[in-house]
């Protein structure tokens, strides 16, 4: 199974910057990924790393460590519509994907 | 992206009647597609695995009876929320990964709000 940690809530004022932690614990890692969804809607893909490092995509970068169980997902200049809920998500070698809680980033003018 | 619709995306219905909720993928085929649950202000829970031509897989402490998944068709799988109590009340999203992309990522119907009165 998962045990997929990130925090709850984060704040952060436009044009700054926002660093949104995940801590897993699995079994059969396969790939980790990183979506956005804002409320009443489904997520939408954000990102994806599978081996060690930073992948750079615009305004949003997201960086994976397997050894230590830990990625993050960073938001760049942020803007008002960024305001929204961020899912870390851990895929397993059955490529199933269990989420973890969500993190709630609110961005103020 | 590869596109993934559901349908319908709200619906209400009386305590103890049945509602279907579809899944289609639209410009690919998927053998596989993977149903949600959110409850307000939770994650997504996996429900089950859907497969095209057998039986559906379904997680622990998911009722198989009561929530019947049907995966006709490369493109369809459908999900019956049997005998509906408020308590099933919830966000309903399927999901299916298009193999053409090297990611492997999961797309994402829009979702179904279930309220059961």
């Known amino acids: 199974g998962q045990n997929i940690d990130q925090p709850t809530e984060m704040t952060a004022t436009e044009g700054a910057i926002v660093q949104i932690n995940c801590t897993y614990q699995?079994?059969?890692?396969?790939?980790l990924f990183w979506y956005q969804q804002h409320a009443g809607e489904a997520p939408t893909f954000l990102s994806y790393?599978?081996?060690?490092g930073l992948e750079e995509k615009g305004r949003f970068s997201s960086f994976l460590s397997r050894s230590k169980g830990y990625s993050y997902l960073l938001l760049k200049e942020l803007q008002m519509k960024d305001s929204a809920s961020y899912l870390c998500?851990?895929?397993?070698?059955?490529?199933?994907?269990?989420f973890g809680a969500g993190t709630t980033v609110t961005v103020r003018a | 992206g590869a596109v993934v619709s559901q349908h319908p995306s709200w619906v209400i219905c009386k305590s103890g009647t049945s509602v279907k909720i579809e899944c289609r993928s639209l410009?690919?085929?998927?053998?596989?597609m993977f149903w949600y649950r959110q409850f307000p202000k939770q994650s997504l829970m996996l429900m089950a695995t859907?497969?095209?031509?057998?039986?559906?897989?379904?997680e622990q402490g998911v009722e198989k009876d009561k929530f019947l998944i049907n995966h006709a068709s490369l493109t369809l799988s459908t999900l019956t929320v049997t005998s509906a109590h408020p308590e099933d009340s919830s966000f309903y999203i399927c999901?299916?990964?298009?193999?053409?992309?090297?990611?492997?990522?999961?797309?994402f119907g829009e979702g179904s709000r279930l309220t059961v009165l």
């Open positions: 999901s299916a990964r298009e193999l053409r992309w090297d990611t492997g990522e999961l797309f």
């Open positions: 699995t079994s059969g890692f396969n790939g």
């Open positions: 790393n599978v081996l060690d």
């Open positions: 998500a851990v895929r397993d070698s059955d490529y199933k994907l269990s």
């Open positions: 410009d690919f085929q998927a053998t596989t």
């Open positions: 859907s497969n095209e031509g057998s039986k559906a897989t379904y």
